[in-house]
C-alpha cells in the first residue's frame, strides 16, 4: 500500500540488502532523521544527478545512530530494503516527502542453474580480491541484489539494476557483470607478472585466449 516517506536525493544508488553508512549534516536532513527515528520509519534514498531525481529508489533503515554530535550532526548506518516507486513529491517540510509504493519481482527468483551461475562468477571475482573479501551470499529470491550490495559498481549501473523488475535478467545481467570485471582482473594481474618475468606482454586478446577467457 502506498505510504509517505522522507527522500534523501543523492548520488549513489542503494539496492536491498546493502548496508550504508550516511553523514548527516544538512539541517533539513537532520530533521528528517529525527522523524525517521521518532516515527521508526525508513527514508527512501534516491539517485539524483545531473539528469535529475530519478523515480525509483529503495528505502533505507536506520539500524544505528553511531555518534550524534551537538549540533544535529550525526553519523547513521542504514539498510537497503525494499525498492520502491515514487507517485508524488511534496514539499510540506524542510526535506522532500513522497507518496511511494513498492515494487515487486515477477519473477522473484531465477532458477538452480542461474543461480549456481552467478554465485560462481562472484566466488572467482572474489578470490582475485584482496582479503578480506565480501562473503558468499546464499542463494533464494533477490540474490542479484545480494550481490550487487557486495560490489562496488557505478550508480548508473545499479540505478538500471534496481529499476529492473525481471529478476531472471536481472541476475543474467550481474552474471555477466562479474565475469567482466573478473576477466579485467585476471588479464591485468598477468600481465604485470609476465611483464616482471619476462618483459614481453601480450595484447589483451592474445592473453585472453591463452587464458581461456574469451
Not at 540474490?143 to 525481471?166: C, M, N, P, T
Amino acid at each position: 500500500m502506498p505510504r509517505d516517506l522522507p527522500l534523501f536525493p543523492l548520488e549513489l544508488v542503494l539496492v536491498p540488502g546493502e548496508p550504508l553508512p550516511l553523514h548527516i549534516f544538512e539541517t533539513r536532513y537532520q530533521e528528517m532523521l529525527d522523524r525517521c527515528i521518532d516515527a521508526d520509519e525508513p527514508f527512501v534514498l534516491v539517485l539524483q544527478d545531473e539528469e535529475g531525481m530519478r523515480d525509483v529508489g529503495c528505502t533505507a533503515e536506520i539500524t544505528d545512530v553511531m555518534e550524534r554530535f551537538p549540533d544535529g550532526r550525526a553519523n547513521i548506518v542504514t539498510l537497503g530494503r525494499e525498492v520502491v516507486q515514487i507517485e508524488r513529491v511534496h514539499d510540506e517540510h524542510a526535506y522532500r516527502s513522497a507518496v511511494v509504493l513498492p515494487v515487486v519481482d515477477d519473477p522473484a527468483e531465477a532458477s538452480d542453474e542461474a543461480q549456481t551461475a552467478a554465485l560462481a562468477a562472484f566466488a572467482a571475482l572474489t578470490s582475485e580480491l584482496p582479503d578480506p573479501t565480501p562473503d558468499l551470499p546464499e542463494p533464494g529470491p533477490g540474490l542479484s541484489y545480494d550481490l550487487i550490495a557486495r560490489i562496488d559498481l557505478g550508480f548508473d549501473v545499479k540505478q538500471a539494476l534496481l529499476e529492473d523488475r525481471d529478476e531472471v535478467h536481472r541476475l543474467q545481467a550481474v552474471t555477466d557483470l562479474l565475469a567482466e570485471i573478473h576477466r579485467g582482473l585476471v588479464l591485468t594481474r598477468e600481465t604485470q607478472e609476465r611483464a616482471r618475468r619476462n618483459g614481453r606482454v601480450r595484447t589483451p586478446e592474445e592473453l585472453a585466449a591463452e587464458l581461456g577467457l574469451d
